[in-house]
């Protein structure tokens, strides 16, 4: 049985602009998913990441992650296997490039934690641009959040490229970026700037694979736009960031203990938002689940 047939609307109608706006349940496996933002955001209860999720389970979340850009699932008990596991329904885990970061014994698990020189990622970013085949979604699962602040946002750049000028549109239709890793992390080890340095050349404007929308796409720290000094790269996709991102295509979320948040790397950027107690503990474990090579 399709997707499709599978939805039930019991909330408001779907605009075909912006996507789903209602809540719909699926009968057959449980899950009922209700958006939180219209253009971005979703949360879907009815599943519990620590059992096997069937097949029909797995076209579901895929799908609505594609929709809605970035799904959370609240009150999550998960072991490092059963968190893998889950993630298998967004794609195959990937090894990420700060190794150091590393939960010890599961390559595939990066723990997010601020301390021993990691910093939040504050600005405005898409994850491991610089692989030939980037992630289609970065995983996080909360496991210690402070009191306050340390939240999580995400912007939809799919319609912060629907927002753009026509002229822009098609300028950045017709632009492509070398990715690199970034060099502002001075304790990358050296292992993996040998392994994970690229460069990997990918189009700025990318068209996701399920959903058929085309959306922004760049790490401003990693990418260079081919043809371009590097200085005005970096002003341009400076410039564009700020006029592209505004309260309204992004959602933020704000942690609580067991939350599951997944964030669809394919038309989005995100960041983390650094103004918590740093006496208190933020730990977030992260996994990365590969994608397609970009294409436009
Ligand atoms: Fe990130």
Known sequence: MSVTA??????????????????????MSG????????????????????????????????????????????DQALTPDQYLAAAEAFGPPMRQHYSQHHMPGYSNIGLVYHRNGQRPAERWHTDHTNRERPPAATIL???????????????SMRAAYNELPEGERRRLDSMRTLNSLDTDNHD??????????????????????????K????????????????DASRDY????IQRMIHPEIVYTHRWRKGDVLVID???????????????????????????DRPVL
């Open 6 to 27: 599978l939805l039930i609307q019991t909330g408001s109608d779907y605009d075909c602009e912006i996507g789903r706006t209602a809540t719909w349940e699926d009968r």
């Open 31 to 74: 899950i009922t998913v209700t958006p939180l933002q219209p253009s971005i955001g979703a949360e879907v209860s009815g599943v519990d990441l620590s059992r096997p999720l069937d097949a029909a389970t797995r076209e579901n979340l895929a799908q609505a992650l594609a929709e809605h850009l970035s799904l959370v699932f609240h």
């Open 141 to 155: 699962y909360g496991v210690e959040i402070p009191s306050k602040g340390g939240e999580t946002s995400v912007a």
């Open 188 to 213: 990358t080890r050296e292992e993996d700037r040998e392994k994970f340095s690229g460069p990997y050349i990918h189009p700025m404007v990318r068209r996701h694979p399920l959903h058929g929308s």
């Open 215 to 230: 959306a922004v796409f760049f790490h401003a720290g990693k990418a260079v736009i081919e043809g371009m000094d590097p």
């Open 237 to 240: 996709m400076a410039d564009l």
């Open 265 to 291: 790397d394919r038309a989005t950027m995100h960041r983390a938002h650094g103004d918590y107690d740093r006496s208190e503990s933020r730990v977030l474990w992260r996994i990365i689940v590969e994608g």
